[in-house]
Each structure stands twice: as structure tokens, then as C-alpha cells.
């Protein structure tokens, strides 16, 4: 068992005693039975006195909130975990400080230079451009590749380009000779070529270096408030390898919870792992940074272009149908109307045979879901994982979905449409593209840059708490204050709110009755 080192032994209660408990009003003494919630009930002050003198394993968390520990429901954990080795790049806001920051690392003696990260999208065109460029100059001699924020796409320098085989590559796609004439010349690369790229790329990482560096940021995240995680992986051209790495870690847990989704389509291969669900983040178009998210009007500054599907309707269809006659959850990736359009009309033919309000597919993202297509999610059954910080980095009028979306990045996001619409809802990060910290996404969700799209303070807590376990079908065991529900709660200061949540500590974690973080 792995231990935070904030807690070197490992403490367990029988209950919390607080006046703030998340959802109940006055004082309440929430009962902890082993690993689960017993009883709940109001008690007097001077009740509180005697059962705190008589139990000193209840916590005492008068004057504070206590609320069910956060579920990330969408993350990369191995794709965070990995940056321990790579360079972040996010601070980068030009070409020179892009260079500065490469430079400056450790990392940058690596035989193949990766910096991550990057969001050039708000940059001028001619900056973006330029990239290419002043990677040739700076560094003649050595790989450097620069990956966009979105993790759809990426750019290269001449010796990336070679070492990458970049040109082999896309002849293994049949990539047409104008397409990859104009990626040369930027050295961006981004769509079809670029998921088949990654996969090569990503076997650099090795196995040892999985196990070690999720460990690592995996010990991070109860100080965060973190309970679960849903673990999206299965990356490289051995999927399997990468699936089994993460269980193996995910077993030697104590102080959280991950459920892993296996991104392949390999039904045989999930089986054999004995898991209930597919997926994670199998790709039915882009990003919108990378011009590839799958968009039913084309995007502002290149207005002949609509993004990509990755599958033909028939392909998907043909997919979601075996996933459903194996009775196993498939969540797939969707961030364009179209994309999600085409995930939609697959699960309204495969409605006809099969329960999906019981199969709870989900199309995670659903950033440009039209209030109709959320409520036709909610009445097929299709649950999604939406991210409320995409909004708090890149939306809003002068953000950086505006010159790409124009008039539509109001609309992105749809966090209050979907919840009215009745869809099963969670929240998550997806991590690395944004940090898995779940206070920063419960402020997002209360201050959407778009006003009718908020969340109340109550209701973004349970985006990321009941809403999450709902969504890997757990709701009646975990993200709520429940008898017999997994006792997984955290404490934080009695005046958080959704204005300042995400600057807020969390002062203890508890996971499975035990505490597992203290401040």
C-alpha cells in the first residue's frame, strides 16, 4: 500500500460532528461504520460535548464544511502522470518565451525533446506559425516536438519531423500528398496523422515509468480532496500493457479510488480483464484548438472547415451495437455538434433493443451540445462527463474559443442546459489539458462565463460528487452522505462558496473511513 506522506498513519473514525455537513442544516453527527456511512441524525450542543468527550474518533468539524470526497470522472492519469518527465509549456505566451521555457528544462537534454502543454490558439496567426521555425533555429540538432493544450495536435521541428518518420507515418494512412505538403510547412500536425503519430510516440514512455510516475501524481491528489478517479487509458501500439500498468497501481491504492476505462476496442481484451466498460476516450472527432473537433457549421477563421469524424456513422453504429450486446458502458470522446450528433443518432437506432437508461453509455465532453441534443441524451439514457474549467480557460467573449467559434462560444459547454435537460452529469478535469483539481472546477461551473449557464454552489459540488459516481454507474454507493454508501468525505474551511472554492485548502481527507490527508 502506497501511504501520503501528510499521513503516516493511517487513522480511522467512527464519525464527523459538524454544523456546515454538505446538503443537511444544523448540527449533525454523520456516523462511520468500518468502511461505510451509518447513521445520520441532528444532535444539541450539549449532546455534541458528551458524544465528542466519549468518542475521540469523530472528527470535530464545527464551524467548518464537510462535504462527500471529489470524483475526477474523466482524466488521463498516465497522460498527467507523464508530465513529471516533460516539459510544461503552458506558460508560454510567444515563440521566444516557448524557446525560453524548452531551453531552461531539465527535460531538454532528452534524445526526443517534449514540451506540452502549449496554448497557441489566442496567439496571431503568424505567431502560431512561426513555431516551426524558431524550433529549427534554436535547436538544429536535437528532436523537439511541442504539443498543444488540447493533446490533438502538435508541432515539430525538422529533426522531430525525421526521427518521428512523420513521412512514413502518413503513408500508412494514405494521407493525401496536399494535406501533409501543408503540415510540412508548419511542422503542425493535427487530425488522423497526428492520433496515429501519438501512439508511436507515447512507447518512448516505458512501463517502469508508468508505475513510478502515476504513483507519484497519484499521491498528490488526496490533498486535493480527491476520492475517485476514472482512469482513461490505454495508449501506445500495446494498449493492453498500458491498461494492466494502471490496475496494477490502482490495487496498490489505500487513499483512492480508480476506475479504469480501457481505451481500445478490443471486446475480448476487456473481458479477459474482467471489466464492465470500454473506452474512455475513443475519438469520434477533434479538439477545437486543432480545428478537428466535428463541427455542423465551419469554423471562423478557416471557413472551409467543418472538423473530422473519425468513424463513419455506420462504424460507430456497428461498435456501439457490439458494446451493447456485451453489456459493456462505452464512453466515447465528443466535443463537436456533429460528433455528438452522430453519437446520438447511433444510440436512438440502438435504443430499439437494448435498455440504454441500464448500459448508461456516455459521450463525454458534449462541449457544443445544443439544448436539444441534450435532452435528447437524457431521454436515450446517454450520461457524458463535462469539463466546466474549458470554460474558465478558453471561453467567454475574449477568450480563445471566440476567434475560432465566433458567436458560438456563448453557448459552449452547456453545463445548466444539460442538468435541466435531465442528462446524468459529472464533472472532471480531463487531465493533463486542464489540472485534476476539482475545487477549480466547482468555481468554473459557478462562474461560466455565460450567466444562464451557472451552477448553483450545491449543485457544482454534486457535478463532482454524486454526479461523477452516477456517471460510472456507482451513484448508490458513493458521492453522497448516505447508510451504506462508501464513507469518502473531505473537510474544508465553513466559508467556502463557489467564489472561492478553488483557492480554499482541504483541511482532511477521508477515504474508506480512513484519513487519508491532514492538514
Not at 10 to 15: A, D, F, L, V
Not at 21 to 27: A, E, P, T
Not at 266 to 278: F, S, T
Not at 497 to 508: A, E, F, K
Request: hydrophobic residues 40%.
Amino acid at each position: 500500500m502506497r501511504y501520503n506522506p501528510h499521513v503516516p498513519v493511517r487513522r480511522e473514525i467512527t464519525g464527523v460532528l459538524s454544523d456546515g455537513m454538505f446538503g443537511h442544516d444544523g448540527l449533525t453527527l454523520l456516523g462511520v461504520s468500518g468502511q461505510s456511512f451509518a447513521e445520520m441524525r441532528s444532535i444539541s450542543a450539549n449532546d455534541a460535548e458528551e458524544i465528542l468527550k466519549r468518542d475521540p474518533q469523530i472528527i470535530d468539524a464545527r464551524g467548518k464544511l464537510v462535504l462527500p470526497a471529489f470524483i475526477d470522472s474523466h482524466a488521463h492519469v498516465l497522460g498527467a502522470a507523464r508530465y513529471l518527465l516533460e516539459i510544461d509549456a503552458s506558460e508560454a505566451a510567444n515563440t521566444d518565451e516557448l524557446i525560453d521555457i524548452i531551453r531552461s528544462s531539465p527535460h531538454s537534454a532528452a534524445d526526443f525533446v517534449t514540451a506540452g502543454l502549449l496554448n497557441a490558439n489566442p496567439w496571431p496567426a503568424d505567431e502560431r506559425n512561426r513555431i516551426r521555425e524558431a524550433l529549427d533555429a534554436a535547436f538544429p540538432d536535437r528532436a523537439v516536438m511541442a504539443k498543444s493544450v488540447e493533446h490533438h495536435s502538435a508541432w515539430f521541428n525538422e529533426r522531430a519531423w525525421k526521427q518521428a518518420k512523420i513521412e512514413e507515418q502518413a503513408a500508412t494512412i494514405s494521407l493525401a500528398n496536399d494535406e501533409l505538403r501543408k503540415m510540412r510547412e508548419t511542422g503542425h500536425i493535427h487530425g488522423a496523422l497526428y492520433e496515429t503519430l501519438s501512439e508511436s510516440l507515447y512507447d518512448t514512455f516505458t512501463l517502469e515509468e508508468r508505475r513510478r510516475t502515476l504513483a507519484q501524481y497519484l499521491d498528490t491528489l488526496p490533498a486535493l480532496g480527491v476520492g475517485g478517479v476514472h482512469a482513461l487509458v490505454g495508449y501506445g501500439t500495446d494498449r493492453a500493457a498500458d491498461i494492466r500498468v494502471t490496475m496494477e497501481v490502482a490495487s496498490e491504492r489505500d487513499d483512492l479510488d480508480l476506475q479504469v476505462w480501457p481505451r481500445t476496442r478490443n471486446i475480448a481484451l476487456v473481458h479477459e480483464l474482467g471489466l464492465p466498460r470500454i473506452g474512455g476516450c475513443i475519438l469520434l472527432d477533434g479538439a477545437i484548438g486543432a480545428r478537428t473537433a466535428a463541427l455542423t457549421q465551419p469554423y471562423l477563421d478557416e471557413p472551409d472547415n467543418f472538423g473530422v469524424l473519425y468513424f463513419t456513422d455506420e462504424e460507430f453504429r456497428q461498435f456501439a451495437a457490439e458494446c451493447a450486446a456485451a453489456n459493456l458502458q462505452l464512453c466515447v470522446h465528443a466535443i463537436g455538434d456533429a460528433a455528438i450528433e452522430q453519437g446520438l443518432r447511433a444510440y436512438e437506432h440502438l435504443s430499439r433493443d437494448y435498455d440504454l437508461h441500464a448500459l448508461r453509455p456516455r459521450i463525454d465532453h458534449f462541449c457544443m451540445g445544443t439544448p436539444q441534443q441534450c435532452d435528447r441524451a437524457a431521454k436515450l439514457g446517454v450520461a457524458s462527463s463535462m469539463q466546466p474549467v474549458f470554460d474558465y480557460y478558453w471561453g467567454g467573449r475574449d477568450g480563445a474559443y471566440k476567434p475560432v467559434l465566433g458567436k458560438r462560444t456563448v453557448s459552449a459547454n452547456p453545463l445548466r442546459t444539460a442538468i435541466a435537460a435531465g442528462m446524468v452529469l459529472g464533472g472532471s478535469s480531463d487531465a493533463p489539458i486542464t489540472p485534476l483539481d476539482p475545487r477549480l472546477g466547482i468555481h468554473a461551473a459557478c462562474n461560466h462565463t455565460n450567466p444562464d449557464e451557472r451552477l448553483s454552489f450545491a449543485e457544482a459540488v454534486k457535478l463532482f460528487t454524486r454526479g461523477s459516481a452516477a456517471v460510472g454507474k456507482e451513484e448508490e454507493t458513493k458521492g453522497r452522505f448516505a447508510e451504506g454508501c462508501q464513507a469518502d468525505l473531505i473537510v474544508m474551511p465553513g466559508d467556502t462558496d463557489g467564489g472561492n472554492v478553488h483557492q480554499m485548502p482541504v483541511l482532511t481527507t477521508v477515504h474508506r473511513g480512513r484519513v487519508v490527508h491532514e492538514e
